[in-house]
């Protein structure tokens, strides 16, 4: 029952409250919705941090794992594992970028 309450919790972050906070704002003025703007700079964020820590936490254990099992191997699986670990960061540049840019949208 708890996994499905997580999962229905997982589901109404991800998916319904980024429908709220893009709602078009009355024209002139702070909208109604600026709380709401925050709220989806910092669940966005967080999310973000969270999901890039916990992968590029899976992708540097199984480099090690890998060079710890084949010592060998290890000038051959550093630069993909960088490579990965890269990438994963660039994700949550994207996230900092669009928060920044839901923030201009704000009026702040």
Known sequence: MTRRISS??????AFLAP???MAAPAA??????????AVAMGVGMGLAALGCGMGQGRAAAAALEGICRNPNAAEKVNTPMLLGLAFIESLTIFTLVTAFLIYGKMGG
Do not use: E, K, N, R
């Open 19 to 21: 429908m709220i906070a």
């Open 28 to 37: 002139g003025g702070p909208g109604p919705h600026d709380g709401t703007f």
């Open 8 to 13: 229905l919790v997982a589901f109404v972050t």
